[in-house]
């Protein structure tokens, strides 16, 4: 099998569209969804919308979840929670209905789904370093964990490697991995990020392609949320 990860689009329309171009050209038999679909971005509901069309199997992020469960505003920021404010009212209800009925794992034969961390995934605990890491791979069975949240593509091992832009899954080891974000890449790269896992061949490898910033930019200005939400979109911050 073939599949691709996808994470993080943020209500972004113009990368979740170049991403999903690219996963069309590599010829997958799977894409796989770690959520927060929306938030900060201009098109959350056509984001929305694209998932649930393609019947993409999908955890819910923690701007997802925000919009059902208002109490986790506390949680945000001043810019996330004017852009999850600003979301909510546009959502149209069968779109909120579709991201209120998200679960918080999803199992495939020795994939795991999650927004944050294994552990607790409702939570919505970060992953950034190998240490961080290794306390949750007793967390989970399989031989994979995917996540998102952070937005910072990175491959950490259960021997405490640190790989960035693919490896060859070794028989006795484990993965956590990260592949970033479609929407709102933090790595210094603005290009939109996703990964690529093939079961056959036994390798994983983070693609990166761009997409027309200046014109998810301008929407965001256009639509009053917060400058700094258009700006950190071409310097990948
Ligand atoms: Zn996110």
Redesign the pocket.
Known sequence: MRYAVI??I?GNLEALKSVLKSIKKNGVDEILCLG?IV?YGPNPNECVERIKKMGVKTVV???DYVMVDDSWLEHFNPAAKLAALWTKALLKSENLQYLACLPFTVRLPDILLVHGSPIKPGRFHYIFNAIEALSQFNGFQEKICFV??S?YPAIFTSDGDVFKDGVELKDSVRYIINVG?VG?PRDKNPSACYGLLDTDSLTFSLVRIDYYIKKTAKKIMKAGLPVFLAERLFEGR
Do not use: P
């Open positions: 994470s993080d943020h927060d938030g992020g923690n701007h998102g949240h937005h974000s709102q």
